[in-house]
């Protein structure tokens, strides 16, 4: 659910600056953002696929191709 800029929160209750309020039970900020390894030698990257939205691995984690390389984070 998309809503304008938030004003005030207040409890549960969420004043935004169109002046609707309404309550919420939590609220999850996504900011975005472009994936970006510098680190990773060019080999590296084009055998995971490494794109600015995209990696490939398995379970978000791993890759068969590298054996000693695992990513964490969250998703």
Do not use: R, Y
């Amino acid at each position: 659910m998309t809503k304008p800029w938030i004003d005030e929160i207040e409890g549960q209750t969420v004043q935004f600056a169109d002046g609707s309020s309404e309550e919420f039970d939590a609220i999850v900020f996504g900011t975005g953002f472009d994936l970006s390894l510098p680190f990773l030698s060019p080999e590296i990257s084009g055998s995971l696929n490494l794109e600015a939205t995209h990696i490939e691995l398995h379970k978000f984690t791993f890759h068969p191709d590298w054996p000693g390389l695992a990513f964490c984070w969250f998703i």
